[in-house]
């Protein structure tokens, strides 16, 4: 069973930084795919920044401003946010998907940025 543990999330004023931590567990393989969404209160989950081996994704609203990466093993994915708006306040979720077409989601790290 695929396990993803989050870290990272908190409070910063405007302007701060933070950096969120997703590691996938439990399988023999490492996934192809992995991303970061957030859900601010009323609004839908979008996309934030998604990785491959080959390629990343940003959003309009973040770019310049948060990097995703991961570790050498690929099976931890990060997500540097610099420059923090009070608008980037939401619930980031860990997004991995697998070659077998599996998925799965983190719980959820709260992310609270003060004007």
């Known amino acids: 069973q695929v396990r993803l543990v989050e870290s990272g999330g908190g409070s910063v004023q405007s302007g701060g930084s933070l950096r969120l931590s997703c590691a996938a567990s439990?399988?023999?393989?490492?996934?192809?795919?992995m991303g970061w969404y957030r859900q601010a209160p009323g609004k839908q989950r979008e996309l934030v920044a998604t990785?491959?081996?080959?390629?990343?994704v940003y959003a309009d609203a973040v770019k310049g401003r948060f990097t995703i990466s991961t570790n050498d093993a690929k099976n931890t994915v990060y997500l540097q946010m610099n420059s923090l708006l009070p608008e980037d306040t939401a619930v980031y979720y860990c997004?991995?998907?697998?070659?077998?077409?599996?998925?799965?989601w983190g719980p959820g790290s709260l992310v609270t940025v003060s004007s």
């Open positions: 439990g399988r023999s393989i490492s996934p192809n795919f």
């Open positions: 990785i491959t081996s080959d390629r990343t």
């Open positions: 997004n991995v998907a697998f070659v077998d077409s599996s998925w799965y």
